[in-house]
């Protein structure tokens, strides 16, 4: 429930505060007077785009405030303690949303700045919205689905859900079968190099990191000769046939001193250093004949470095990688691709029978939607020709079509709202066969039986706000407007603006929006009426003239007849 709403400094209105009660809220005026601005500000706090121009000249900026009722608990209570709104011990929640004229926008709910989504989520819940533009839904195939879905509740949404989930399945196995039909001859053909580049790599069988290691061997082997005197001059040095080698000369020192250690222990650790000196000599030496004996084994190395050093260079430059660890990568991914080309007609067998499978799901699901939204077409039809019945319109009949069609995001089904004005004439669409005011009254009657199906009635307290609805209605219509709007309200709250004194009437709060001007500055003031001030103004709704017997004696006569009704 809104309780109140609170604007400053938007459009004509300087300042103006209203409270809505219970049941049918009015609001009226004269063309001009700011009843735009109210509902304008209605929608700020609903989660509106903002417009600087609308912020009141000489104004830094508009404000709008209300005070809302929330859910304790459900999906938007959560979603509200997630954004850190705090709400009231009584269930009610502050929203104010800024406009700047040259500054940015703010949102605030609950003490806390939101994003401008949160409060549309908190509208889509709470709020229903609806003007004259809003008739479009009676126009657009795809907003009389939605409508129809509405309706049929949680067996329609249920269906929805499962369809939606085949679609999506479809979607991605009828596109990964299309790839493979579609790219089957470019696949196969970069499948066929693939295969050609693995012959190739196993043929030369490269090893990790081979290619710096050969370049490594070929520069001691290019530069053997250096290589070798040097090696063998240390090795001379160190165990060769000289008398004075360093392993000599070590064994020699340790010797000496072994003698010595038997009359002086202390000695007796450095003649273990001393050995330790030698075994290393020795083992040194060893390694270093090996290494000589190598050389002169293998004097062909160096031309098999080479030839495998080119071999691997023309595999890399094949491949178009920098080495042989590239050349490896490179096959660890195209083998898999490989093996599955090995078992093509099977793969594409396979994601035949998937989409095939996928598709029958689909079909399925279809089916059961389609069913559930029959069936609710003809509940919802039914409730329609009621409402319309009561709205001055008993001959009227209305039916809702729902034809299967090709699968779509949405279904296979095409939902068409026709209507036949009056008995013997045929059914044509709905927005076509309808006047103005008629298009209005199966507006209002379309939402009066979403308000009462089952699914919403049992939580009654949703807000509908209409914007002159009853455009183009007049006379015996219009009392059954206001009629119908006051059943509403009964079970929901109801903020209707019009300049209909039949719908103005039926109010159980009337509200008035007046301008008044010193010839410089032009203002709004908003505010409630009762008594003989709202008999003038349900007079001057009749004939423009507030002061009028004639006038005064009809709005009575209105007033009276109304409270009878309701």
């Given at each position: 429930?809104?309780?109140?709403?609170?604007?400053?400094?938007l459009?004509?209105?300087e300042s103006?505060?209203?409270?809505f009660?219970?049941g049918?809220t009015?609001?009226t005026?004269?063309?001009?007077?700011?009843?735009?601005?109210?509902?304008t500000?209605?929608?700020l706090?609903?989660g509106a785009?903002?417009?600087?121009?609308t912020?009141?000249?000489?104004?830094?900026a508009a404000?709008a405030e209300?005070?809302i009722?929330?859910?304790?608990?459900?999906?938007?209570?959560?979603?509200?303690a997630?954004?850190?709104?705090?709400?009231?011990?009584?269930?009610?929640?502050?929203?104010?949303?800024?406009?700047?004229a040259?500054?940015?926008?703010r949102?605030?709910m609950g003490?806390?700045t939101?994003?401008q989504?949160?409060l549309g989520?908190?509208?889509?819940?709470?709020v229903?919205?609806?003007?004259?533009?809003d008739?479009?839904?009676?126009?657009?195939?795809?907003?009389?689905?939605?409508?129809?879905?509405?309706?049929?509740?949680?067996l329609i949404?249920?269906?929805r859900r499962?369809?939606t989930a085949a679609?999506?399945e479809?979607?991605?196995?009828?596109?990964?079968?299309?790839r493979?039909?579609?790219?089957?001859?470019?696949?196969?053909?970069?499948?066929?190099?693939l295969?050609?580049?693995l012959?190739?790599?196993?043929?030369?069988?490269p090893e990790a990191?081979e290619?710096?290691a050969l370049?490594?061997?070929?520069?001691?082997l290019?530069n053997?000769?250096?290589?070798?005197?040097?090696?063998?001059a240390?090795?001379?040095?160190?165990a060769g046939e000289?008398?004075?080698?360093?392993?000599?000369t070590?064994?020699?020192?340790?010797r000496?001193?072994?003698?010595?250690?038997?009359?002086?222990?202390a000695?007796?650790a450095?003649?273990?250093?001393?050995a330790?000196?030698?075994y290393?000599a020795t083992?040194v030496g060893a390694?270093?004949?090996?290494?000589?004996?190598?050389l002169?084994a293998d004097?062909g190395r160096?031309?098999e470095?080479?030839?495998?050093?080119s071999?691997?260079?023309t595999l890399?430059r094949?491949i178009?990688?920098p080495?042989?660890d590239?050349v490896?990568a490179?096959?660890e991914s195209?083998?898999?691709?490989v093996?599955?080309?090995?078992?093509?007609?099977?793969?594409?067998?396979?994601?035949?029978d998937?989409?095939?499978?996928?598709?029958?799901a689909?079909e399925?699901?279809?089916?059961?939607?389609?069913?559930?939204r029959?069936?609710a077409?003809?509940?919802?039809?039914?409730a329609?020709?009621?409402?319309?019945?009561?709205?001055a319109?008993?001959d009227?009949?209305i039916?809702?079509?729902?034809?299967r069609?090709?699968p779509t995001?949405?279904?296979a089904?095409?939902?068409?709202?026709?209507l036949?004005?009056?008995?013997?004439?045929?059914h044509?669409?709905?927005?076509?066969?309808?006047s103005?005011?008629?298009?209005?009254?199966?507006?209002?009657?379309?939402?009066?039986s979403?308000?009462g199906?089952?699914?919403v009635?049992?939580?009654?307290?949703r807000?509908?706000?209409f914007?002159?609805?009853d455009a183009g209605?007049?006379?015996k219509?219009?009392?059954a407007?206001?009629?119908?709007l006051a059943?509403?309200?009964?079970?929901h709250?109801?903020?209707v603006v019009?300049h209909l004194a039949?719908?103005?009437?039926?109010?159980d709060?009337?509200?008035?929006?007046?301008?008044?001007?010193?010839?410089?500055v032009?203002r709004?003031?908003?505010?409630?009426?009762?008594?003989?001030?709202?008999?003038?103004?349900?007079?001057r709704?009749?004939?423009?003239q507030?002061?009028?017997?004639?006038?005064?004696?009809?709005?009575?006569e209105?007033l009276?007849?109304?409270a009878?009704?309701?």
């Amino acid at each position: 429930m809104l309780h109140e709403l609170t604007i400053a400094d938007l459009g004509v209105i300087e300042s103006a505060r209203l409270e809505f009660g219970q049941g049918l809220t009015c609001v009226t005026g004269e063309t001009g007077a700011g009843k735009t601005m109210v509902l304008t500000g209605l929608g700020l706090i609903l989660g509106a785009k903002t417009v600087p121009a609308t912020v009141r000249t000489g104004a830094e900026a508009a404000v709008a405030e209300a005070i809302i009722d929330v859910p304790p608990s459900g999906a938007l209570a959560e979603r509200l303690a997630e954004a850190g709104v705090a709400v009231e011990e009584d269930g009610s929640v502050v929203v104010a949303r800024t406009v700047g004229a040259t500054t940015r926008s703010r949102a605030i709910m609950g003490g806390r700045t939101v994003p401008q989504t949160l409060l549309g989520e908190v509208a889509a819940e709470l709020v229903t919205v609806h003007g004259q533009s809003d008739q479009v839904r009676l126009r657009s195939p795809a907003r009389q689905r939605d409508t129809l879905d509405a309706y049929g509740g949680a067996l329609i949404a249920e269906a929805r859900r499962d369809y939606t989930a085949a679609w999506d399945e479809w979607l991605t196995a009828a596109e990964r079968l299309r790839r493979m039909q579609e790219g089957a001859d470019a696949e196969r053909a970069e499948v066929a190099r693939l295969r050609d580049d693995l012959a190739a790599i196993d043929a030369l069988a490269p090893e990790a990191g081979e290619d710096a290691a050969l370049v490594a061997e070929a520069g001691v082997l290019e530069n053997a000769e250096a290589v070798r005197t040097g090696a063998a001059a240390a090795y001379e040095a160190i165990a060769g046939e000289e008398e004075i080698t360093v392993v000599a000369t070590l064994e020699a020192a340790r010797r000496a001193l072994a003698d010595a250690a038997r009359h002086d222990g202390a000695l007796a650790a450095l003649e273990e250093r001393l050995a330790d000196y030698s075994y290393g000599a020795t083992d040194v030496g060893a390694e270093l004949a090996s290494y000589l004996d190598r050389l002169d084994a293998d004097p062909g190395r160096l031309d098999e470095i080479n030839q495998r050093r080119s071999d691997l260079a023309t595999l890399t430059r094949r491949i178009g990688v920098p080495d042989v660890d590239g050349v490896l990568a490179y096959a660890e991914s195209a083998r898999p691709r490989v093996e599955e080309d090995d078992a093509w007609d099977e793969t594409l067998a396979a994601r035949r029978d998937a989409e095939a499978r996928s598709r029958a799901a689909l079909e399925s699901a279809a089916a059961t939607l389609h069913d559930a939204r029959a069936a609710a077409s003809d509940r919802l039809a039914r409730a329609v020709r009621d409402e319309l019945g009561r709205l001055a319109m008993p001959d009227a009949d209305i039916a809702i079509a729902v034809e299967r069609t090709e699968p779509t995001a949405h279904g296979a089904d095409v939902v068409t709202m026709t209507l036949a004005s009056h008995p013997g004439a045929p059914h044509r669409p709905v927005a076509d066969a309808a006047s103005g005011g008629e298009l209005s009254r199966i507006m209002l009657a379309i939402e009066v039986s979403l308000a009462g199906a089952d699914h919403v009635a049992d939580a009654a307290g949703r807000t509908f706000i209409f914007d002159e609805v009853d455009a183009g209605v007049g006379g015996k219509a219009a009392v059954a407007v206001g009629n119908r709007l006051a059943q509403l309200a009964r079970t929901h709250q109801v903020i209707v603006v019009t300049h209909l004194a039949q719908v103005a009437a039926f109010a159980d709060t009337h509200v008035v929006v007046a301008k008044s001007t010193d010839g410089a500055v032009t203002r709004a003031q908003v505010g409630a009426v009762a008594g003989e001030d709202r008999v003038q103004e349900i007079a001057r709704l009749l004939s423009g003239q507030e002061d009028s017997t004639t006038a005064r004696a009809h709005a009575l006569e209105l007033l009276e007849g109304s409270a009878v009704a309701r």
